[in-house]
């Protein structure tokens, strides 16, 4: 196990002394495998907007945008029958209100042939239920129950957010705030958020204030490809997700060769920028749950804490479920649990891990 930096250790404790005694009240013990992959698939027969004509010509990025903001619902392509790549001409927006009706079910289905791309300077899909500029649909914006945004079948590359300063930091390819998200079958690769920062997280992508503290879903995700050609996600914190306050089940899916780059941990350590936790998945908050069923992990960097994993709940009510998964190869340059490589974890008692292997 890496040795621990004085500096780091020290902030920790500090944290720790600052939280005090554990509340009663915990988050539950998830059962990550309670759903499958094929069960989380949304159905696509109803569709609203098909971008492209049947060639790939007609698939542009302003087509996409278009329908995202004109006419969100279940949306696919008709580019031909070769797979191709849709570089976005502006971030596309998600809407609470489109057309003077409350917007609900958003599907982007690339049925395992589009790659959307951000060009490496823009973020690809932004959802924001708090955002006035998107429009406010309810007296409670951080807990509503729409719009709920699925992602299927489809890959992500070179998204960026490290020029966004409106204060949704995070999320190169996919910032999604309030209302539900969900990432099916989809792949992310060389997206990126800021490289330094101590709340800067979510390369691939970032979410908040999911409603009723119900759980973010990935199922039968790749994020990152060290050995494939397809490049890794990278951020201060969390390069594969990151959050704030979000419950996360993660099912058959990959992490590989995700970097957290920055360097200070959080809070940042004098004369250091802060960040360089979590380099698969960013976990930060008070009652949550993160659950991991059949996940792989190889391979990732932190340079503080938690090569793979970062869990830190505050008032330690959050819990940590690993079943059925390998994390191996995960570098925690900084800081990590002990008897848990690549892991940093403050919770409610110890991580759950069945069936597992950590090394």
């Known amino acids: 196990m890496p040795s621990v930096r004085v500096a780091a250790a020290a902030a920790l404790a500090l944290l720790a002394q600052a939280c005090g005694s554990p509340p009663r009240v915990t988050a539950p013990v998830v059962d990550p495998c309670a759903l499958s992959t ?6 696509v027969s109803s569709v609203t907007t098909v971008v492209g004509d049947g060639t790939a010509a007609s698939c542009t990025g302003q087509a996409l945008v278009n329908a995202v903001e004109q006419s969100p619902g279940v949306i696919t392509f008709a580019c031909g029958p070769d797979p191709v790549t849709i570089v976005v001409p502006s971030t596309a927006r998600i809407f609470n209100r489109v057309a003077g009706r409350d917007v609900q079910r958003v599907v982007i289905d690339g049925g395992g042939k589009v790659t959307l791309s951000g060009g490496g300077v823009r973020r690809i899909l932004y959802m924001s239920t708090c955002d006035p500029a998107l429009t406010w ?4 914006c951080d807990d509503q129950q729409w719009p709920q945004l699925t992602v299927q079948n ?7 957010s490290t020029g966004v300063s409106d204060g949704t930091g995070g ?7 309030g209302g539900r998200f969900k990432a099916v079958n989809a792949k992310f690769f060389r997206n990126q958020c800021k490289p330094t920062g ?9 979410a908040f204030e999911q409603w009723q503290g119900l759980p973010a879903q990935v199922a039968g995700c ?6 494939t050609g397809q490049g890794a996600n990278s951020c201060s914190n969390g390069a594969g997700l990151g959050s704030i306050g979000v419950s996360w089940t993660v099912v058959d899916s990959v992490f590989t060769g995700n970097t957290a780059t920055g360097s200070g941990a959080n809070p940042a350590q004098p004369g250091t920028p802060g960040g360089g936790s979590g380099a698969a998945i ?6 949550m749950t993160l659950g991991l069923c059949r996940a792989q992990m190889t391979g990732n960097h932190a340079n503080e804490g938690g090569g793979a994993v970062f869990f830190v709940s505050n008032d330690r009510t959050g819990h940590l479920a690993i079943t059925d998964s390998v994390l ?10 002990a008897g848990y490589p690549g892991i940093f974890y403050l919770g409610a008692g110890a991580p759950t891990v069945t069936g597992s292997t950590i090394q």
């Open 38 to 43: 094929t069960a989380l698939v949304e159905d």
């Open 137 to 140: 649909t309810t007296p409670r």
């Open 154 to 160: 489809i890959t992500f590359v070179d998204g960026s």
């Open 171 to 177: 999320g190169g390819a996919i910032y999604a705030g």
């Open 198 to 206: 101590r709340d800067e997280a979510g390369g691939a992508v970032r």
């Open 222 to 227: 790749t994020f990152g490809g060290t050995g």
């Open 282 to 287: 960013y976990n930060d908050g008070n009652t």
């Open 328 to 337: 191996s190869g995960n570098q925690s340059a900084g800081f990590e649990t």
